[in-house]
């Protein structure tokens, strides 16, 4: 009993460290990806060139507009009347 007992635990004892030590060669993503500085306004613009027509960076009045305007073409109510 104790026998048979001890093989079904050691497949599985196996695969639970090899899961475990698999997490250890993740790549942190937190260093590979670009999101931008922080401390920047979000009216100053993304950093390339997929901007929304009509919006010029820096502009905080016209990035108000263009956001009100993309939240507005979000509402159901609008949408269904």
Known sequence: MMRNLSKRCLPVTLLAAVL?????????QAT??????VDEKAWQG??????APGWTPGD?????????ARGQAQNESLKTN
């Open 46 to 51: 993304a950093h390339n060139a997929y901007v």
């Open 20 to 28: 475990a030590l698999g997490a250890c060669g993740e790549r942190d």
């Open 32 to 37: 590979t990806t670009h999101r931008g500085l």
């Open 60 to 68: 905080k009045t016209s990035w108000e507009h263009h956001l009100r």
